[in-house]
């Protein structure tokens, strides 16, 4: 009995070291939507393609109004709890790739919360100026986004993240402005009195339930706009 324990408990730990293994070498989780990238059409003449780079937000967004998506060509490259520097590894395989002509980057409240360490601003910065800069070197145009208010994370809490959510937007407002690209704001409409976000439009204080989903989408379809009147920045 004790060898067939001890048998079962080193297949289980070997399985679970080969799991935690792959996904050391798959960090960015390029695996995720290799697939159905292959799968994607050249866009059609015509087509307004829209990418949409994320984290849980973004993946969120499909889950939860999956009709937005659907109804739109628009499409969903959100993974949850991923932060810039994944994002960022992934960004030619998920946005260039596919040909959109507009990408909207929604990121940087999981570098805030150390998902995959301590990360500064600065860092956080310099990851979405790269992916903004590769994507319109590619003829692509940027929309970046504000990143959501949360006063507090519930994986994490004690960060304190309500501020530097908002040094890290205004941040995101000034490079736009500097850059030629459409900025998105999302933070200001969606915020309470302490920078969180406001009860009706959240599940957690983080994410956004439909409600917030709703308030989200006219504001992007509008910074589409926007974006497809101007070219390319230089």
Sequence with gaps: MRSKLLLKCIIMSALLFSGLELEAQDWPNLNRFRAENTLLKTPEKGEKRVVFMGNSITQGW????????????????????????????????????????????????????????????????????SMAELAN???????????LPAYDYPWKTGIEPAEKIVTLNAWIKSYCEKRGFTYLDYFTPMADDRHGMKTE???????????????????????MKRAMKNKPAK
Excluded: C
């Excluded at 040909?99 to 998902?115: C, E, R, S």
């Excluded at 070197?137 to 990143?147: D, M, P, Q, T, Y």
């Design 62 to 129: 499909i889950e939860k109004r999956p009709e937005f998506f659907s109804k739109n060509p628009y499409i969903n490259r959100g993974i949850s709890g991923q932060t810039t520097p994944q994002m960022l590894i992934r960004f030619r395989q998920d946005v260039i790739a596919l040909q959109p002509k507009v990408v909207v980057i929604l990121a940087g409240t999981n570098d805030i919360a150390g998902n995959t360490g301590p990360s500064t601003l600065e860092m956080i910065e310099d990851n979405l100026a």
């Design 137 to 147: 070197a590619n003829g692509i145009r940027v929309v970046l986004s504000s990143v």
């Design 201 to 223: 439009l959240t599940y957690d204080g983080v994410h956004a339930n439909v409600t917030g989903y709703k308030v989200m989408e006219p504001l992007v379809q509008d910074a």
